[in-house]
């Protein structure tokens, strides 16, 4: 499978729909979130470093990120394609993605746009508080990851756009509506 990128705003079903992608295909899936969770629950000084921007919805600076990003995409088996998830989130990441992966002589592959209203977005984020307990799962700092998503993250769109690798797949209802329609456009790739 190629690389997939898979953006979306805080709750749209990323890291749900990732699992799905690897269980069906078999690729590496990196969730820069969940690289960040772990090191806060190691106590890393990274996990310090990055719990203070997450629990106040804000991103982790660039260069620190980027940096992350390769050495955690260059731990993973080669060639069997990647799905990155929750990675890029500005234009400089985006950019230091292409060039990275440049460097590798590999591509971005595809990018699989998830959109989903507002109401839905809140509505999931409670409930995933209750269930998971994600210290950034609550109203205010939820109402925050929003605008920071609009104001630094959805200006990307337009950049894919450009690049030629953006498909939208939006939200009417039903998981398995959504994960029919991202299946039937990635079995047509190779
Ligand atoms: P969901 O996983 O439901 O789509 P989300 O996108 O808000 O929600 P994560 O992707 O897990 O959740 O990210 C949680 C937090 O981790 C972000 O709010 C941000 O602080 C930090 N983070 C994750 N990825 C990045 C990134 N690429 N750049 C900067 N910060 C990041
Ligand atoms: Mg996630």
Do not use: C
């Not at 992966?101 to 995933?128: S, Y």
């Amino acid at each position: 499978m190629k690389n997939i990128i898979i953006f979306g705003a805080p709750g749209s079903g990323k890291g749900t729909y990732s699992d799905e992608i690897v269980e069906k295909y078999g690729m590496g899936h990196i969730s820069t979130g969940d690289v960040l969770r772990a090191e806060i629950k190691n106590g890393t000084e990274l996990g310090k470093t990055a719990k203070g921007y997450i629990d106040n919805g804000q991103l982790i600076p660039d260069e620190l990120m980027i940096d992350i990003l390769a050495k955690t995409y260059d731990s993973l088996p080669a060639g069997k394609g990647v799905i990155f998830d929750g990675f890029p989130r500005t234009i400089a990441q985006a950019e230091a993605l292409k060039q990275m992966l440049a460097e590798r002589k590999h591509d971005m592959g595809v990018m699989i746009e998830l959109v989903v209203d507002e109401d839905t977005l809140m509505k999931r984020l409670l409930n995933r508080a209750i269930e998971q307990g994600r210290a950034d799962d609550n109203e205010e700092t939820i109402k925050k990851r929003f605008a920071v998503y609009h104001n630094q993250t959805e200006p990307l769109a337009a950049w894919f756009q450009k690049e030629g690798i953006r498909h939208t797949f939006t939200w009417e209802g039903s998981k398995e509506q959504m994960l029919a329609n991202i299946f039937a456009f990635l079995d047509t790739l190779k």
